[in-house]
């Protein structure tokens, strides 16, 4: 795969996505939260969602850039052991900077399966 200057293609399965914050959340329990099926888009998607939530990506390319905005959100494709589904679910920054921004006190943590 060619990668083109300042665009990302993030292929979710392999690697799954945590934002973890230091400090342990006080709400209700965890919750799954389905793209596109409930949210059209992964920021909708995440500005719903609360700190332990699980965000989960159907395969398929999203043209957008996602910003976690200090929610510690677990963001997942479906089956992050499958690498047809892996190579099937594209996040694609659409060359307008980086693709996820951790810019609000998260920790990033790459877990790779």
């Known amino acids: 795969m060619t990668v083109k200057k300042n665009m990302w293609f ?4 392999i690697v799954t996505v945590a934002a973890v914050l230091l400090v342990i959340p006080t709400h ?9 099926s409930e949210f059209a888009t992964i920021q909708d998607a995440m500005d719903a969602s609360q700190d332990g939530d699980i965000i ?8 957008e850039n996602i910003d976690y905005k200090g929610k510690a959100v677990i963001l997942t494709s479906t089956n992050p052991l499958d690498p047809t589904v892996v ?4 996040l694609d920054g659409n060359m307008n900077g980086s693709v996820i921004t951790f810019n609000s006190g998260e920790l990033a943590i790459f877990k790779k399966k």
Request: proline share 12%.
């Open 10 to 13: 993030l292929r979710f399965g």
């Open 28 to 36: 209700a329990p965890a919750v799954e939260i389905h793209v596109p």
């Open 56 to 63: 989960v990506v159907q395969p398929g390319t999203y043209a």
């Open 87 to 90: 190579t099937a679910t594209i």
